[in-house]
């Protein structure tokens, strides 16, 4: 905000937010933070005493934020 609000709102827990005067809407501005990274939570399909050796490798490393990128994985693992 340029300036302060003395006005009644509320912010929910979806993060949206009621301002009860329209009319002060103009003291407000809106961001959005794109660099806010989806978590994952970590997991493992097959129990081995092998680690896994990742076989394929990207050919392509140079990204820029924004772009769609696609991830092509290939593990194997072996007794040796």
């Given at each position: 905000?340029?300036?302060s609000y003395s006005g009644d709102y509320e912010l929910f827990l979806n993060g949206t937010m009621?301002?009860?005067d329209p009319?002060?809407?103009r003291h407000f501005e809106c961001a959005i933070d794109h660099s806010v990274l989806?978590?994952?939570k970590r997991r493992q399909?097959?129990?081995s005493s092998f680690e896994p050796?990742?076989?394929l490798r990207p050919q392509n490393r140079a990204y820029r934020e924004g772009d769609v990128v696609r991830?092509?994985?290939e593990v194997?693992?072996?007794n040796h």
């Open positions: 905000m340029k300036q009621r301002i009860d009319d002060e809407i989806p978590q994952r399909l097959h129990t050796q990742f076989t991830v092509d994985c194997n693992h072996s």
